[in-house]
């Protein structure tokens, strides 16, 4: 009783931890929306001391954008997810551009107006890149989970840590202007004389420093992913995808300087950051869906706004002369306000597909399902392909469809996709008024139920997928069916070689040395040979007797009276009243036909007597050019809502189906139930026995 309290305090101590962090990330967030907003303002007051070639708004939008891209996933995954490195990373990432940009601006407008602090927000841009490029390293290391790919990747992430220390002391103190050449006519204020040379060896600490953390860093997600298991492995092919993309317009642009370079930068921040949400929001990696994906679809929106102004403000400059400033900022504005609100739903829809799968598009979505399932041409693809098509199609957490078996054994789990779910909606897959199973779908995330638009086209893919299980069910029932005839057949020769050794074998044994007795002793002793032939008879008849019994044991119960006088015989002996509806004689049946048909009978009538509750039972037989029908019904209770096959139902419907007809088990107009089989007389390809007689009304 005494360790109660400290129980208590043990478990809640990383609760508390968990609040203190994600209101630290919070008030981080808050902090870094006001310096986004101050460098805004800067931006717009210093635009002709910072890149005189491009347009105030452009330049004023285009570097808050960029910190947003990193800085508003960041901020939610460490609120949400403070525990796990990856949303500290990608929030340090938006503040170290924040702190560039904001030190860039503030140093250039300090500098113009003799304000204080100019010269500190000069020292600060120039290291302030160290907070951008080695936080992005660290996010390769680490992402998706917050830890390294394995133990022996530590040292890579000491030596990023090195190195990103380095080139923070070397940037912080190397004497002279900064490198960006914002600040030409100002010297570092902290320069250190003597680190003087390191100017001349930019370009060679550039590798150690940069260049190698990059590529290990680079290296551990390609090990990860080699690694790593499916869902892993869609997360990262989305970064790796955009990590290339954004490498690639970097590595093209090297030669060119301008307002191309920047944007080619800019491009390539956003490119990375965006596929870092995707590999985020599209896989639910820390069930943050809705939220990134309005960031991801603002963030996209500007974007596109940003290029498509500056892309017509060039053009028009290329072919408007005078006024070509104010011309072709109206017309571009112009154009862009009329384009804005196509652009949004367009990459609104962009971003729901992303998210959302084609949940608004159900027309795709279900003909994507049936030509994926169509596709598979083995039974026990059928199903997880389809679990697969669904859970990509609509971005569900999890899929898992589980097909009963088609007697009263247990459940048959076929089909598995994605993390198993804790509150999943449970779908009943119905085919002709059967349940052959369910559908268990997890939603996107825990704080996203699912809608009314999403029900609707599970219940529709829940029907699709009906009919695939019903076939897999009536596949396997089959495949279980020849397997059991297999067996029993083997069973069967087991015991006719024992019996035709232990009985006929014997017998005829005894008879043989019976009479080779007799014929010694039929002349010296004529009594003793008469009654060693007296045994020796006795012995074969006894033989015959097994014979005739192994004979009948083989026999069917219609052999000898045919399909019309075995039914009659079972209904008279049926307890309950029968109306019953047969021809007056048959034609020529298959074996196996008839077989089928008795059976089914037999089986329906069982039923009745012990599940149905009936006074009465109704059997009709009817046959045409093409197939035999047996109808059997009742006026009892009917069938439970959905119907579980038992072992009786499964019984018919598998004689039927393996000589290519069809059962259905139905409820009555009135009351009941109906048992309704449909019997091929002939079909190519299935081995139906031998013919019987016919056989007639007698």
Same mark, same amino acid.
């Given at each position: 009783?005494?360790?109660?309290?400290?129980?208590?305090?043990?478990?809640?101590?990383?609760?508390?931890?968990?609040?203190?962090?994600?209101?630290?990330?919070?008030?981080?967030?808050?902090?870094?929306?006001?310096?986004?907003?101050?460098?805004?303002?800067?931006?717009?007051?210093?635009?002709?001391?910072?890149?005189?070639?491009?347009?105030?708004?452009?330049?004023?939008?285009?570097?808050?954008?960029?910190?947003?891209?990193?800085?508003?996933?960041?901020?939610?995954?460490?609120?949400?997810?403070?525990?796990?490195?990856?949303?500290?990373?990608? =929030?340090?990432?938006?503040?170290?551009?924040?702190?560039?940009?904001?030190?860039?601006?503030?140093?250039?407008?300090?500098?113009?107006?003799?304000?204080?602090?100019?010269?500190?927000?000069?020292?600060?841009?120039?290291?302030?890149?160290? =907070?951008?490029?080695?936080?992005?390293?660290? =996010?390769?290391?680490?992402?998706?989970?917050?830890?390294?790919?394995?133990?022996?990747?530590?040292?890579?992430?000491?030596?990023?840590?090195?190195?990103?220390?380095?080139?923070?002391?070397?940037?912080?103190?190397?004497?002279?202007?900064?490198?960006?050449?914002?600040?030409?006519?100002?010297?570092?204020?902290?320069?250190?004389?003597?680190?003087?040379?390191?100017?001349?060896?930019?370009?060679?600490?550039?590798?150690?420093?940069?260049?190698?953390?990059?590529?290990?860093?680079?290296?551990?997600?390609?090990?990860?992913?080699?690694?790593?298991?499916?869902?892993?492995?869609?997360?990262?092919?989305?970064?790796?995808?955009?990590?290339?993309?954004? @490498?690639?317009?970097?590595?093209?642009?090297?030669?060119?300087?301008?307002?191309?370079?920047?944007?080619?930068?800019?491009?390539?921040?956003?490119?990375?950051?965006?596929?870092?949400?995707?590999?985020?929001?599209?896989?639910?990696?820390?069930?943050?869906?809705?939220?990134?994906?309005?960031?991801?679809?603002?963030?996209?929106?500007?974007?596109?706004?940003?290029?498509?102004?500056?892309?017509?403000?060039?053009?028009?400059?290329?072919?408007?002369?005078?006024?070509?400033?104010?011309?072709?900022?109206?017309?571009?504005?112009?154009?862009?306000?009329?384009?804005?609100?196509?652009?949004?739903?367009?990459?609104?829809?962009?971003?729901?597909?992303?998210?959302?799968?084609?949940?608004?598009?159900?027309?795709?979505?279900?003909?994507?399902?049936?030509?994926?399932?169509?596709?598979?041409?083995?039974?026990?693809?059928?199903?997880?392909?389809?679990?697969?098509?669904?859970?990509?199609?609509?971005?569900?957490?999890?899929?898992?469809?589980?097909?009963?078996?088609?007697?009263?054994?247990?459940?048959?789990?076929?089909?598995?996709?994605?993390?198993?779910?804790?509150?999943?909606?449970?779908?009943?897959?119905?085919?002709?008024?059967?349940?052959?199973?369910?559908?268990?779908?997890?939603?996107?995330?825990?704080?996203?139920?699912?809608?009314?638009?999403?029900?609707?086209?599970?219940?529709?893919?829940?029907?699709?997928?009906?009919?695939?299980?019903?076939?897999?069910?009536?596949?396997?029932? =089959?495949?279980?069916?020849?397997?059991?005839?297999?067996?029993?057949?083997?069973?069967?020769?087991?015991?006719?070689?024992?019996?035709?050794?232990?009985?006929?074998?014997?017998?005829?044994?005894?008879?043989?040395?019976?009479?080779?007795?007799?014929?010694?002793?039929?002349?010296?002793?004529?009594?003793?040979?008469?009654?060693?032939?007296?045994?020796?008879?006795?012995?074969?008849?006894?033989?015959?007797?097994?014979?005739?019994?192994?004979?009948?044991?083989?026999?069917?119960?219609?052999?000898?009276?045919?399909?019309?006088?075995?039914?009659?015989?079972?209904?008279?002996?049926?307890?309950?009243?029968?109306?019953?509806?047969?021809?007056?004689?048959?034609?020529?049946?298959?074996?196996?036909?008839?077989?089928?048909?008795?059976?089914?009978?037999?089986?329906?009538?069982?039923?009745?007597?012990?599940?149905?509750?009936?006074?009465?039972?109704?059997?009709?037989?009817?046959?045409?050019?093409?197939?035999?029908?047996?109808?059997?019904?009742?006026?009892?209770?009917?069938?439970?809502?959905?119907?579980?096959?038992? @072992?009786?139902?499964?019984?018919?419907?598998?004689?039927?189906?393996?000589?290519?007809?069809?059962?259905?088990?139905?409820?009555?107009?009135?009351?009941?139930?109906?048992?309704?089989?449909?019997?091929?007389?002939?079909?190519?390809?299935?081995?139906?026995?031998?013919?019987?007689?016919?056989?007639?009304?007698?």
């Amino acid at each position: 009783m005494t360790q109660l309290p400290d129980v208590e305090v043990t478990a809640a101590r990383p609760q508390n931890n968990t609040a203190r962090l994600s209101r630290l990330a919070a008030g981080v967030s808050v902090i870094l929306a006001a310096c986004v907003s101050l460098t805004f303002v800067l931006v717009l007051l210093t635009r002709s001391a910072q890149r005189p070639e491009w347009h105030p708004w452009v330049l004023a939008l285009s570097d808050p954008l960029m910190i947003a891209a990193f800085a508003a996933p960041g901020a939610v995954v460490a609120v949400r997810r403070s525990h796990n490195p990856v949303g500290w990373l990608l =929030l340090a990432t938006g503040c170290g551009m924040a702190v560039d940009n904001l030190a860039r601006a503030y140093g250039l407008y300090a500098l113009q107006h003799h304000l204080p602090g100019a010269l500190l927000a000069v020292w600060m841009s120039t290291w302030a890149f160290v =907070l951008v490029s080695y936080p992005i390293f660290f =996010l390769l290391l680490l992402f998706p989970n917050g830890r390294q790919p394995s133990t022996t990747w530590r040292a890579a992430a000491w030596y990023t840590g090195m190195c990103a220390a380095i080139a923070f002391l070397v940037a912080a103190f190397m004497p002279g202007p900064p490198s960006d050449g914002y600040f030409p006519s100002s010297d570092n204020p902290l320069g250190v004389s003597a680190l003087s040379f390191m100017r001349d060896l930019t370009g060679l600490v550039t590798i150690p420093l940069t260049l190698i953390p990059f590529l290990l860093s680079a290296a551990s997600l390609i090990y990860r992913f080699r690694t790593s298991r499916r869902p892993v492995r869609e997360q990262l092919k989305w970064v790796a995808l955009s990590l290339w993309a954004a @490498v690639a317009l970097i590595g093209a642009t090297l030669t060119v300087h301008g307002p191309l370079a920047s944007i080619a930068t800019g491009m390539a921040t956003v490119i990375f950051s965006t596929g870092v949400m995707i590999a985020i929001v599209r896989h639910h990696l820390f069930d943050i869906d809705r939220l990134l994906s309005r960031s991801l679809l603002y963030t996209a929106l500007t974007a596109s706004a940003i290029g498509l102004y500056a892309g017509i403000v060039s053009l028009l400059g290329l072919f408007i002369q005078g006024s070509v400033h104010g011309t072709a900022s109206l017309l571009a504005t112009g154009l862009v306000a009329v384009a804005l609100q196509p652009l949004h739903r367009s990459l609104q829809r962009l971003i729901s597909r992303l998210i959302y799968g084609l949940r608004d598009d159900p027309y795709t979505a279900l003909a994507t399902l049936g030509r994926q399932m169509e596709e598979s041409t083995a039974p026990e693809q059928i199903l997880p392909m389809a679990a697969v098509t669904l859970g990509e199609a609509l971005r569900l957490s999890y899929v898992a469809i589980h097909l009963h078996s088609d007697t009263d054994g247990p459940t048959l789990s076929t089909a598995r996709w994605g993390a198993e779910a804790r509150d999943p909606l449970r779908l009943p897959l119905i085919h002709q008024g059967v349940e052959v199973g369910s559908l268990v779908v997890g939603a996107r995330s825990p704080e996203e139920p699912f809608t009314a638009a999403d029900l609707r086209l599970l219940r529709d893919a829940a029907r699709h997928i009906a009919q695939a299980a019903a076939g897999v069910q009536l596949t396997l029932a =089959l495949l279980r069916s020849r397997q059991q005839l297999i067996a029993t057949r083997a069973q069967e020769r087991r015991r006719l070689g024992r019996q035709l050794h232990d009985g006929v074998n014997s017998a005829l044994s005894e008879v043989v040395w019976g009479l080779q007795a007799a014929r010694k002793w039929h002349r010296t002793d004529p009594e003793r040979a008469d009654a060693l032939l007296d045994a020796g008879i006795t012995r074969a008849r006894q033989g015959i007797e097994t014979v005739r019994g192994m004979s009948r044991g083989l026999r069917s119960p219609l052999d000898g009276i045919g399909l019309l006088e075995a039914i009659r015989i079972q209904i008279e002996r049926f307890p309950l009243p029968v109306t019953a509806d047969l021809p007056d004689e048959l034609p020529e049946l298959p074996a196996a036909v008839e077989e089928a048909a008795y059976w089914i009978v037999v089986e329906a009538m069982t039923n009745v007597l012990r599940h149905a509750q009936a006074s009465r039972c109704e059997l009709r037989l009817s046959i045409d050019e093409d197939a035999l029908t047996v109808e059997v019904a009742d006026d009892g209770r009917g069938l439970p809502t959905p119907l579980r096959l038992g @072992v009786g139902v499964g019984s018919m419907r598998e004689r039927a189906a393996e000589i290519g007809g069809t059962f259905q088990i139905r409820h009555r107009p009135d009351n009941g139930t109906e048992v309704v089989a449909y019997l091929p007389l002939t079909l190519p390809g299935i081995d139906t026995g031998g013919r019987r007689t016919p056989r007639s009304r007698p």
